[in-house]
C-alpha cells in the first residue's frame, strides 16, 4: 500500500491545517519561556493538527474533543509508540481489510445509495465488524484499534458522497461531479472503491487525549499553554460528521428522517448557539489554570469581538493577530470561496 493517510487529509469544516503556521508561529511568538518547559491543552481538537504541531516539542500535550470519532483520530496520531502498537502488524492488519468482501447490514441499509455507493457501504460494513470483532477477541490492542480504525474513518471520508460534512448527501449518485450551471450534484472521489492506508505518524513525546467536555478539560487540567478553537457558528459537529461518528461507535442506533441522524442528545456544544455562546466561554476562560491563553476565531463568529475582548480581558492582557483566508461557502452546492479573517486573541495571564 504505496499511499498513506496524513493528519489533515479530512474534509473537516473549521480545520486549522491552512492556518497553521499563522496560529502556531503567533504563539511560539507570544510565550516568553522555551517550549520544552511548557505544557500545552487543545479541548476542541478536531482534527488535532495544532496540537500534533506541538507535539515532541512542548513538555506535554494534552488534546480532547466531545466527538468520539475525534477523540480516536487524534489517538491514533497522537498517542502511537513503539510500546503500544505493532505497525508491521497493523500494516498486515490493513491489508486483510482491504481483501474483505462487502458485506449486508446496518451500514448499506441506512447509508447505501446516499452517503456512500452501495459497495462502499458494504465494504464499511465488513471492515467495522471485523475491527470490532479483533477488539471483543483482544487481538490487538487498545492503541492498535485506533489506528486500524481512523484508517478506515479516513477512507471512508475519501469515498463519501458529501460536500465536505454530512449535514446531508448529495442526492444525484449516479450523474457527473457538477451540473453545466456549476452546481455540485456528486463528489467524483465517490465512486472510488474504499481503501484504507497507513498514518503518517509524526507526532513524539508525551502526549494524552480526552473524550470530554472542553470547559471541564480547561477547569481540571493546570497548564502553561491553554488553546481554544470552539465552534463559531450555529452549524452543530456531532450533526455535520454524524456519519462518521456513528461508524466509530458502531452501537447501530436507529436513524432518522432523511439524512439518517441518529439521537445526537449530549454531543451538541453551547458554542454553536449564539445566546449560549458567550456565557460558555465565559465559564470556561474563568475556570481555566494556564499561564497563557489562546483563543482561535473567525470573524464571522457567532459571539462578538467586544464580548470576546471583555471575556478574556478579565483574565489578563490581551493582543489581536488577524489572519485572512478564504474558505469554501456561498450556497448549498455550490462550491465558491470568500474572504474571511481569522483572529487569534493572545491573553498573558495575570
Not at 47 to 74: I, M, R
Request: charged fraction near 25%; aromatic fraction near 10%; include cysteine.
Amino acid at each position: 500500500m504505496p499511499c498513506q493517510f496524513s493528519q489533515q487529509n479530512r474534509k473537516y469544516l473549521g480545520s486549522k491545517a491552512m492556518l497553521l503556521d499563522f496560529i502556531c508561529r503567533s504563539i511560539c511568538q507570544v510565550v516568553s519561556e522555551r517550549l520544552e518547559d511548557c505544557t500545552f491543552l487543545d479541548p476542541f481538537a478536531g482534527t488535532g493538527v495544532v496540537a500534533a504541531f506541538f507535539a515532541g516539542k512542548a513538555k506535554e500535550v494534552l488534546a480532547g474533543d466531545l466527538l468520539y470519532s475525534n477523540y480516536v483520530t487524534n489517538r491514533a496520531f497522537l498517542c502511537t509508540t513503539a510500546q503500544n502498537a505493532d505497525l508491521d502488524k497493523v500494516a498486515a492488519l490493513l491489508r486483510q481489510l482491504n481483501a474483505l468482501a462487502g458485506e449486508e447490514g446496518y451500514l448499506p441499509e441506512n447509508y447505501g445509495n446516499t452517503y456512500f455507493t452501495l459497495e462502499n457501504a458494504r465494504k464499511i460494513q465488513a471492515v467495522r465488524e471485523r475491527i470490532a470483532a479483533w477488539q471483543r477477541e483482544e487481538l490487538i490492542t487498545d492503541q492498535e484499534y485506533c489506528l486500524l480504525l481512523t484508517s478506515l474513518l479516513y477512507a471512508a471520508d475519501k469515498v463519501a458522497n458529501t460536500c465536505g460534512q454530512y449535514d446531508s448527501y448529495l442526492k444525484n449518485l449516479g450523474q457527473p461531479s457538477f451540473s453545466d450551471a456549476g452546481v455540485h450534484l456528486v463528489d467524483g472521489l465517490a465512486y472510488g472503491a474504499l481503501s484504507l492506508h497507513p498514518l503518517v505518524l509524526k507526532a513524539g513525546g508525551a502526549c494524552r487525549v480526552f473524550c470530554r467536555d472542553a470547559n471541564k478539560l480547561a477547569e481540571e487540567f493546570a497548564v502553561d499553554i491553554l488553546y481554544l478553537d470552539p465552534p463559531y457558528n450555529n452549524r452543530q459537529y456531532c450533526d455535520n460528521y454524524h456519519v462518521l461518528e456513528n461508524i466509530a461507535r458502531w452501537e447501530k442506533p436507529p436513524l432518522r428522517g432523511k439524512t439518517r441522524k441518529f439521537d445526537r442528545t449530549g454531543l451538541r456544544s453551547r458554542y454553536s448557539k449564539k445566546r449560549q455562546a458567550p456565557f460558555a466561554l465565559r465559564e470556561l476562560v474563568q475556570r481555566a489554570r494556564s499561564r497563557y491563553l489562546f483563543l482561535s476565531y473567525n470573524s464571522e463568529g457567532i459571539i462578538s469581538q467586544e464580548d470576546i475582548l471583555a471575556i478574556l480581558q478579565s483574565k489578563g492582557k490581551v493582543t489581536v493577530r488577524e489572519q485572512p483566508h478564504s474558505v469554501f461557502g456561498g450556497g448549498a452546492g455550490r462550491a465558491k470561496r470568500r474572504q474571511v479573517v481569522e483572529r487569534l486573541y493572545c491573553c498573558r495571564v495575570t
